[in-house]
């Protein structure tokens, strides 16, 4: 595993796995616990059947119709159009044991959202579930979002200009339903419920996984002391994340954005100070 | 499956949570190869000899279930002798008519004291020629529920040793199959060969077992029914029929494909696997009877089965007196299979067609042939969701851009009904475990669309109004039928009152479930087949569906939940025969009636009660202790013993050898398809002698093995699916979220062929067969492994075949590619193994196709005769 970045955020409420409560910290005094999802790509067949319903659910158009040449992914990555993304890697060994890794990607809900950080209008906001959803009614569609995710995820969306992404079916699970993903998937690869019941059967897995000689098989996401305060949506990979096209140290963008204002706020008073000192010497 | 079939799939993959091996033999690295323990790349069109060399291995090292095989098959039967096996015959059987290409089956008999029937056919009266159109017919179908007829009280020997017995002949007909000669001919390695066995046998016996699963690569070869044939030996073997875990899935096509066997869409079968009767040997109803109807088991009932039929049919017009208006029945004359039927239509004779959720203008064999046949209608009716290329060949299809049709110059007029989909109807599906599970309208039908029971029941209702109303005489009879009223008598006379209802006048699709299940002749519904009668007072349209409406209500809409109930679950939905869940269950207890083990036990005998219980419901008379011993002059039901566990066989035994309802063979031989690179490394003999062979000039077959120009098409090339797209794309194509999941039609191959080719990864490749040439773009990967068979290394083309012209993702149809050489028994195409060429780059365009593909023919001699030789 790859070194982890010290959690460099402002002390707040805590959820039950140690982990900072986003839905707390918002403002929700009483509020349901987090609701995550748990993706277990070592049973993901393949099929984007989360994909579809994604699609279906949420009402969200066609993507293109190009064939990519990456394996059976022709979705190709997340984006304004593509909340689910099945990835397939091709690890074939002539003479061994062959692997075709395939896992669904989604939305971190981050608890450390640098996309929410950015929103300007306060289109990005957190449910009262911990999750991440943009207000396609308020999005301006400024795209300062879209720069700020640091998984790719937030894209614009050329027919409407607004910014979209995975609401982790915020119209569902207020209702008691599961999300549309979740619920299609065929293998229980996608795994839905409170966060820290799903970091726990994460952990049960893993050790099944490694008792069953899998050490290859690790969690992504799951740890509050990451970059991104521990992900809302985690996932079992079976590989490195940079194999599945996933970033190995996420960081939550605006994590350094009140140093940097302080360095501003010293090189202005510095530029002020120096432009004063100039004056005084010029008059002088 | 996990490709074709991934809800399934959650099945397989919540038994690997639970400790179970996964064996996957594919051709290719596929999604379910990704999740198997072993992935077995295979020679496209070698399984019989991949399967025949595990049963050679558990042969030689005796690694059967003795008890069970003893008990509960046929090892101990012995034949006559004048069987004569593979072995004495360089390939192929005793009683092969090679002029006719038809085996005359009466040496594959048991021995026994029985009277040997004249000349071997139930009806002494036919002539050659008549016999030959019989057995043409291949009713292989009919078997579908089990039962040919066969010699109810064999000679056996328990002992196993003489050399007439089924193992012995097993034995020795097997013995060939050793792991050398399968690494040559399936390009399968010794030593994967050996780690299959090990985990097949390991995993089989009195506690545990081992099943089997099989999709269309199985059953789409010239041989597809002897594939079959061949797990069957295996697990009979091994005892896992019958029991908890095991047996053979067959993975149907479709959603319902196994109820539109049960209720059959095909042509030479009726309900519940009863024989479509034939022109000759079925004149009567006491004819077809005796016939088709066996002397011991429960097809001994046929009488029962079939006059029910008939008073569903007829109703009040079917008597005892008419026959039951069994003579309103049509009659085969032949095979009249649908690839029959598009000769037919191009030579003139079948004028009409309804294509109903059927694409057959890409999704056929052949589809060239498919598309010319259709232009010679007079008439065709697609009913589909859109406009899918049977509905438009006329307009866009690939001869117009050949020039070979001209739209202004077709004649068939071509009608578009859009159908209603299944969330829009009531009915049922029946899955490949034979289970009917109930769906209830989620939404009325928009616009014009209607399901298929409002077609057909409205259609039928005004052709009756019409026959009707125009009386005698309104149109002339044909030759031979006294008038019109008679001629239209079997129309007219038909059982069509079911209630409608809602604005669209939609048939009640339960009342259809419950004249399928039965009533008698107060209306009661009945509640199992064996109350059914041969004298008129019980109506039933399938007696394998009887008891799916028992007491008035629908059974297959039971959803009674998994946690609520045990773990057969026979609450959830119903299964025929009778709800039973596992077929031949009897065989999970052993003879004594006894559990083979706690782990595996399914039902038992209950001493105490005298009866037979347990978990599911028990596949026997319930009654019937395990020590009944039938009297010599037993018949029927009464003559099958305490252990005859498999009750539809003629013997109640479960058959290694198959002494009767096979038209090619009564063990399986690996023999090469119709077309190969390959010389049959195993026999003499080339090919399945008894194939179908079509000859015409649009189905020319391509050379073989040794034979010259067999090398201008070095490469096997397959079709398959994608979980992304459904069969011929007209459920998929069409729609956006499926289409850019797939969005064009492309071939895989290896980098060796890659690099052999100059096929560029995601460029074009042509693809080229003796009856067309299509263009795909190219997937270069290392899951298509180069295999060694036959001394040299073999490529393989592997080709989804789920495209068209028409929908959001167009591309050519590999079905082009596909000949017409058909399976004896069930008149099944061979898309899964055959010989092509791949060269890089687009295929031509405009007239020019028709010349490289004639250039193809040319520079392998190509003639009308070639590939038709046995």
């Known amino acids: 595993m790859s070194t982890r970045v010290a959690p460099a955020f402002a002390a707040g409420p805590t959820d039950a796995a140690g982990g900072l409560d986003p839905a707390a910290r918002s403002g929700y005094a009483d509020h349901p616990p987090r609701m995550g999802f748990f993706t277990d790509t070592s049973v993901c067949i393949g099929c984007k059947a989360c994909e579809v319903a994604c699609k279906e659910w949420n009402k969200v158009p066609e993507d293109g119709l190009e064939l990519t040449g990456m394996s059976y992914d022709n979705t190709g990555s997340l984006s304004a159009s593509t909340w689910r993304h099945v990835a397939f890697i091709e690890q074939i060994v002539r003479a061994g044991d062959s692997r075709w890794l395939m896992s669904s990607d989604v939305c971190k809900h981050c608890t450390e959202a640098a996309c929410l950080d950015v929103c300007p209008t306060g289109a990005l906001m957190r449910s009262e579930f911990g999750t991440v959803v943009i207000q396609d009614d308020v999005c301006n569609g400024c795209g300062y979002c879209v720069s700020a995710c640091p998984f790719g995820v937030v894209g614009r969306r050329e027919t409407d200009g607004g910014a979209h992404k995975c609401t982790l079916c915020y119209d569902r699970i207020g209702d008691g339903l599961t999300p549309a993903c979740a619920k299609a998937c065929p293998t229980e690869s996608i795994q839905f419920g409170p966060l820290d019941e799903l970091r726990e059967r994460a952990q049960g897995r893993l050790r099944e996984l490694h008792d069953a000689g899998t050490p290859q098989a690790r969690l992504y996401g799951e740890d509050p002391a990451d970059g991104v305060g521990g992900a809302g949506a985690f996932f079992l990979l079976l590989d490195e994340p940079e194999v599945y096209g996933l970033p190995p140290d996420p960081v939550v963008t605006t994590r350094d954005l009140p140093r940097m204002w302080r360095h501003v706020a010293t090189a202005a008073a510095a530029l002020a100070a120096a432009a004063l000192l100039s004056g005084l010497g010029q008059r002088s | ?870």
Request: net charge negative; hydrophobic share 35%; glycine share 10%.
């Open chain 2, 1 to 870: 499956m996990a490709e074709a079939h991934p809800v399934g799939f959650q099945w397989v993959m919540e038994a690997k949570k639970r400790g179970a091996k996964i064996i996957h033999v594919d051709p290719r690295f596929t999604r379910t190869s990704a999740h198997a323990d072993v992935h077995v790349p295979i020679r496209a069109g070698a399984d019989i000899a991949f399967v025949g060399g595990i049963i050679n291995y558990v042969l030689t090292n005796e690694k059967y279930f003795r008890d069970y095989m003893l008990a509960y098959t046929n090892a101990a039967t012995i034949l006559t002798d004048e069987y004569a096996d593979t072995e004495d015959l360089d390939g192929v059987f005793s009683g092969l008519d090679r002029e006719r290409r038809v085996y005359e089956w009466d040496s594959w008999r048991y021995e026994s004291d029985a009277v040997r029937p004249a000349a071997g056919e139930r009806s002494p009266d036919l002539t050659g020629a008549q016999l030959l159109q019989v057995r043409r017919s291949g009713r292989g179908e009919a078997q579908g529920s089990g039962g040919a007829k066969a010699e109810p009280r064999p000679h056996t020997d328990p002992t196993l040793q003489h050399p007439r017995c089924v193992l012995q002949i097993l034995k020795r007909h097997f013995a060939r199959y050793t792991p050398q000669v399968v690494a040559e001919v399936a390009g399968v390695p010794e030593q994967l060969l050996r780690q299959v066995c090990e985990l097949v046998t390991e995993n089989s016996g009195p506690d545990r077992t081992t099943a089997f699963v099989y999709s269309l690569g199985w059953t789409q070869h010239t041989v597809g029914v002897q594939y079959i044939r061949t797990a069957a030996i295996l697990q009979a073997l091994l005892g896992n029929m019958g029991r908890p875990g095991g047996g053979i899935m067959a993975l149907r096509g479709h959603a319902s494909i196994q109820g539109s066997t049960d209720i059959p869409t095909l042509f030479d079968m009726l309900p519940g696997y009863l024989p479509m009767p034939h022109q000759y040997g079925n004149d009567n109803l006491d004819a077809y009877i005796a016939a088709e109807t066996v002397e011991k088991g429960f097809w001994a009932n046929t009488r029962d089965y079939m006059v029910s039929l008939l008073k569903a049919y007829w109703g009040d017009a079917a008597t005892q007196d008419n026959d039951f208006c069994y003579g309103y029945l049509p009659r085969l004359t032949g095979s009249h299979s649908t690839y029959e039927t598009v000769l037919e239509q191009l030579n003139g004779r079948c004028t009409g067609y309804f294509l109903l959720g059927q694409n057959p203008a890409v999704g056929s064999a052949n589809a060239r042939m498919q598309r010319l046949g259709m232009a010679s209608l007079d008439w065709l009716v697609v009913r589909d969701f859109s406009l899918i290329e049977s509905a438009t060949w006329w307009q866009n299809g690939p001869e117009i851009e050949t020039g070979e049709l001209r739209t202004e110059e077709i004649k068939t007029e071509v009608f578009f009904l859009p159908a209603a989909a299944h969330t829009e109807k009531d009915g049922s599906f029946t899955n490949t475990q034979r289970m009917l599970q109930w769906h209830h309208t989620a939404v009325e039908p928009a616009g014009d669309s209607r399901s298929d029971l409002w077609f057909m029941f409205h259609l039928g209702r005004r052709i009756r109004q019409k026959l009707a109303e125009a009386g005698r005489g309104a149109s002339a009879p044909p030759e031979g039928v006294a008038s019109a009223d008679e001629w239209n008598r079997p129309v007219l006379d038909l059982t069509w009152d079911y209630p409608v209802r809602g604005p669209l006048d939609e048939p009640a699709a339960e009342v259809v479930l419950a004249e399928i299940n039965g009533w008698s002749s107060d209306g009661t519904p009945l509640s199992s087949y064996t109350q059914l009668n041969a004298d008129g007072s019980t109506a039933c349209g399938c007696w394998i569906y009887c008891g799916v409406y028992a007491g008035g209500v629908n059974q297959a809409a039971r959803r009674k939940p998994g946690t609520e109930q045990n773990w057969v679950a026979n609450e959830w939905g119903w299964a025929w025969p009778a709800n039973r869940r596992v077929l031949y269950n009897r065989a999970s207890a052993d003879p004594d009636g006894r559990p083979w083990s706690q782990r595996k036990a399914l039902v038992w005998w209950d001493a105490g009660q005298g009866k037979w219980t347990g978990h599911d419901v028990p596949d026997f008379i319930a009654d019937r202790p395990p020590d009944y011993r039938p009297a010599e002059d037993a018949t029927g039901v009464e003559a099958i013993s305490g252990t005859d566990a498999f009750i539809m066989q003629a013997d109640g035994k479960a058959w290694l050898f198959a002494p009767a309802g096979l038209v090619d063979g009564p063990l399986p031989a690996h023999y090469e398809p119709q077309e190969s690179p390959f010389v049959n490394l195993l026999y003499g003999q080339q090919h399945n002698p008894v194939r179908e062979i079509i000859t015409h000039r649009d189905n020319r077959y391509q050379p073989s093995g040794a034979e010259p120009g067999s090398d201008v098409f070095p490469y096997v090339t397959t079709t398959y699916r994608l979980t992304e797209h459904h069969t011929a794309g007209g459920m998929s194509r069409f729609l956006p979220y499926l289409a850019e999941l797939q969005p064009a039609f492309f071939c895989e191959v290896s980098p060796e062929l890659a690099a052999e080719r100059g096929l560029e990864h995601a460029g074009w490749a042509t693809i080229v067969t003796a009856r067309s040439a299509i263009e795909a773009r190219v997937l270069v990967t290392e899951r298509m492994r180069p295999l060694q068979v036959g001394g040299r290394v073999v490529h393989q083309v592997g080709l989804p075949w789920h495209w068209g012209p028409n929908g959001l993702t167009t591309g050519d149809a590999a079905n082009e590619l596909v000949h017409l050489s058909l399976d004896p028994n069930v008149h099944i195409q061979e898309d899964k193994a055959m010989a092509c060429d791949i060269r890089a780059g687009r295929r031509p365009r405009g007239p020019a196709l028709r010349d490289l593909v004639r250039e193809y023919q040319q520079r392998a001699g190509i003639t009308a005769q070639t590939g038709t030789e046995e």
